[in-house]
């Protein structure tokens, strides 16, 4: 088929994220969740209802797939750091400024960029109140500087936010 539904979409997407992730399917420790789906399909397919072959295609090379490759591949903390909600994944810049202003002073999180597939950024409110987005440059994080290395080094940041893994 050129084309299927999004529920079936969803679907075969959450069980090869399940699969990459080295998650049991039957019992995941962090699931795509149906923020995740929305955020995939309003970001990333314009709400669309059905999935054509070339949006997928598109989706996956230029986006998802390198960000299932950064979770499982780039570094070993980085799949634990996931699985155990320390890396927030997918969610709208203004979404996670508010959860920002709305935190303790010096919280951050951690997110993937909508821009730059694979990239991490760091959001992190100032002492002005602004908040700001550090993408993550390949000199942060190394063979030598893990990301929780990295995050140590940064003076300014000290709670990071989690996501509820248990919450659907």
Same mark, same amino acid.
């Given at each position: 088929a050129k084309e299927v539904t999004w529920p079936l979409f969803l679907n075969t997407l959450q069980?090869?994220?399940l699969r990459a992730t080295k998650q049991d399917p039957m019992n995941p420790n962090r699931p795509l969740t149906?923020?995740?789906?929305?955020?995939i399909r309003n970001v990333k397919f314009?709400?669309?209802?059905?999935?054509?072959?070339?949006a997928f295609n598109a989706f996956w090379k230029k986006w998802f797939g390198k960000i299932l490759y950064r979770i499982r591949n780039a570094q070993k903390h980085t799949l634990q750091l996931?699985?155990?909600?320390?890396?927030y994944g997918f969610a709208e810049r203004n979404e996670v400024e508010q959860l920002i202003r709305n935190a303790a002073p010096q919280s951050f999180l951690l997110?993937?960029?909508? @821009?730059?597939?694979?990239?991490?950024?760091?959001?992190?409110?100032a002492s002005d109140g602004t908040v700001n987005h550090y993408l993550v440059k390949p000199k942060d994080v190394d063979s030598?500087? @893990?990301?929780?290395?990295?995050?140590?080094?940064?003076g300014n940041l000290r709670h990071i936010l989690r996501v509820d893994v248990n919450k659907p």
């Open positions: 069980l090869h994220y149906q923020k995740d789906f929305d955020y314009g709400g669309a209802s059905m999935v054509t072959l070339k996931w699985k155990l909600g320390y890396i997110r993937f960029s909508a @821009s730059l597939a694979g990239e991490m950024v760091v959001v992190h409110g030598k500087s @893990s990301l929780p290395d990295f995050l140590r080094n940064c």
